[in-house]
């Protein structure tokens, strides 16, 4: 787009002068023939330069000058005076009044034209630089925004966590089409564990001995279920029921189930011993089995929780209540993914007979898992 400049000047025979050269160059021109009327005029339409006369009556070209620097908008407006006066006496009135620049009458056609072109490539600097400045300044309120958003959001799955597992969670606040509370079907594994010797526990030990030991135990099962990835379904005293590929899926379900297990069960016999020292006999025992569930929020309007119904769950809850203290014992179906997977020795498999579990019309194979280093 031409710069568009504007000619203040008395004497029409000056502002056609100064406005054919200047149109014959490409530049867009408006005139004004009073400072009152220039004022008017860069208000409604602002220019990029302004040629101004000095002599007009009322205000003439020092005040005009005055009158645009004191406005903020126009500040940087360049602003060229015209006289035909003494140009020394004239140069310190005009920057006094916030000249840029000064021409001499009777006009020299290459000198105007190299005045103005000069001062419009300062003007079109400082138009570019404050265009970036608004830029940067909208990036920053835009960044200021993102991380208010972000840090929000981070409250509301911490909010959402103490809840839900760290995945579910996020997978709530992301939304979208495939929202994990609407009920669907997956194949998934689930880890049953709970402890041996609690109820007799309870019986004899004072409440706060009993929430001590929970909150140890939940403590430590749990760090073990956010590092697995896995999705807690539930703390129910001491039995806990976490599963695996739902909500986020994973590909190898069967193996960081039982790998999870496998880590709990060393962490317990520190627990353990800790809890022996104290007069407290307790152990825990696993199930695990993998098969298909409906998995969704359950619950009404206010609370709501994660839950997986099918057989699957059934199993493996039954599994565990035959497990021993100390022990892991998993379904035909787990035992068929994993038997030739024993990472690093970590474990190893021994049959533990067709069980009859309450719940199951037909008996039910199972398998030992020995972790290493378990006794």
Not at 171 to 183: E, M
Not at 239 to 253: L, S, T
């Amino acid at each position: 787009m031409n710069a568009h400049i504007l000619v203040v000047d008395d004497v029409p025979s000056n502002v056609k002068l100064l406005t054919d050269i200047l149109t014959a160059r490409g530049y867009r021109t408006s005139t004004a023939t009073s400072g009152e009327q220039a004022m008017a005029s860069i208000a409604a339409d602002p220019p990029d330069l302004v040629l101004l006369d000095v002599m007009m009556p009322g205000m003439n070209g020092y005040d005009v000058c005055r009158a645009i620097r004191a406005d903020p908008h126009f500040a940087v407006l360049p602003v060229v005076l015209v006289t035909a006066l003494d140009p020394e006496r004239e140069r310190v009135n005009g920057l006094n009044a916030g000249a840029d620049d000064f021409l001499s009458k009777p006009i020299h056609q290459a000198e105007l034209m190299a005045r103005v072109r000069s001062l419009l490539r300062v003007k079109t600097l400082y138009d570019e630089v404050q265009r970036q400045r608004a830029e940067l300044q909208a990036w920053n309120n835009t960044l200021e925004e993102r991380v208010a958003e972000s840090v929000q959001q981070l409250e509301r799955v911490g909010q959402l966590k103490r809840f839900f597992s760290p995945q579910l969670a996020e997978a709530i606040l992301a939304g979208g089409a495939d929202d994990p509370l609407k009920s669907h079907r997956r194949e998934i594994t689930v880890v049953f564990l709970d402890l041996r010797g609690f109820t007799a526990f309870t019986e004899t030990a004072d409440p706060e001995e009993v929430m001590a030991v929970l909150a140890q135990y939940h403590a430590a099962m749990g760090r073990l279920v956010i590092e697995h990835q896995g999705t807690l379904e539930r703390f129910s005293g001491d039995g806990m029921m976490i599963f695996f590929n739902d909500p986020q899926p994973v590909p190898d379900a069967p193996a960081r189930a039982l790998r999870m297990a496998v880590r709990m069960q060393r962490e317990m016999v520190a627990l353990c011993n800790q809890w022996s020292r104290r007069g407290y006999d307790l152990h825990m025992g696993v199930g695990i089995a993998q098969g298909f569930a409906t998995l969704g929020g359950i619950g009404f309007d206010g609370r709501i929780d994660y839950g997986a119904i099918g057989t699957v769950t059934n199993l493996a809850a039954r599994l565990c209540g035959e497990a021993a203290g100390g022990e892991i014992l998993i379904s035909q179906r787990v035992h068929g993914a994993l038997q030739d997977l024993s990472p690093n020795g970590e474990w190893s498999f021994g049959e533990a007979g067709e069980l009859e579990l309450k719940g199951f019309q037909r008996k039910v194979p199972a398998w030992r898992v020995v972790p290493a280093g378990v006794a």
